[in-house]
T-cell receptor, first 114, second 115 residues
Framework: AQSVAQPEDQVNVAEGNPLTVKCTYSVSGNPYLFWYVQYPNRGLQFLLKYITGDNLVKGSYGFEAEFNKSQTSFHLKKPSALVSDSALYFCAVRGYSSASKIIFGSGTRLSIRP | EAQVTQNPRYLITVTGKKLTVTCSQNMNHEYMSWYRQDPGLGLRQIYYSMNVEATDKGDVPEGYKVSRKEKRNFPLILESPSPNQTSLYFC????FGTGHTGELFFGEGSRLTVL
């Protein structure tokens, strides 16, 4: 069965510091992996995805994520945090099969202090 | 502009009064889905549809109905709402199936309160 874990409910970072939001997954075969961001009173927005190829994926707003197959992880990173990055972040996974469902993690609230 | 539109955005209703939350997308996506978001539980899938006239249950379908008569529309129906259906609801759509990676496009959400 597919599953996604985001082990941290909240991550607090000072502005200008690097940030990491963690995600681990379980899926049969090769995964499609996604990160979404939710700003207050808004729907989720797609940030980036890993399909195949380079393990470091770059996305919107300066975010990137590193796929690590051996650790089954897909952590979201940014070299220098902005206060405007404060939001709720969701990791998601689906398998390659066309019938595979998208499974979301429980979300991590990122708070960037000035 | 490519978008998923949900209505209403906010609704307060009473137990047992039937309601429908509409969802429409203008991207010609085959796949549409409804989720509910509750604190600490993340996003849980209610129902999904792979194409017109093809709907299936997600993880939490009890108390909900859907229909997919047209490709662009996927309404969520609560026949007899109860307080435990108080939640934030999201509609989403994507291209899906072989050759598509399936990233989802979300509506802005519908906050439902059942008294």
């Amino acid at each position: 069965a597919q599953s996604v874990a985001q082990p941290e409910d909240q991550v607090n970072v000072a502005e200008g510091n690097p940030l990491t939001v963690k995600c681990t997954y379980s899926v049969s075969g090769n995964p499609y992996l996604f990160w979404y961001v939710q700003y207050p009173n808004r729907g989720l927005q797609f940030l980036l995805k890993y399909i195949t190829g380079d393990n470091l994926v770059k996305g919107s707003y300066g975010f990137e994520a590193e796929f690590n197959k051996s650790q089954t992880s897909f952590h979201l990173k940014k070299p220098s945090a902005l206060v405007s990055d404060s939001a709720l972040y969701f990791c998601a996974v689906r398998g390659y099969s066309s019938a595979s469902k998208i499974i979301f993690g429980s979300g991590t609230r990122l708070s960037i202090r000035p | 502009e490519a978008q998923v539109t949900q209505n209403p955005r906010y609704l307060i209703t009473v137990t047992g009064k039937k309601l429908t939350v509409t969802c429409s997308q203008n991207m010609n996506h085959e796949y549409m889905s409804w989720y509910r978001q509750d604190p600490g539980l993340g996003l849980r899938q209610i129902y999904y549809s792979m194409n017109v006239e093809a709907t299936d249950k997600g993880d939490v379908p009890e108390g909900y109905k859907v229909s997919r008569k047209e490709k662009r529309n996927f309404p969520l129906i609560l026949e007899s709402p109860s307080p435990n259906q108080t939640s934030l609801y999201f509609c989403a759509s994507s291209l899906f199936g072989t050759g598509h990676t399936g990233e989802l496009f979300f509506g802005e959400g519908s906050r439902l309160t059942v008294l």
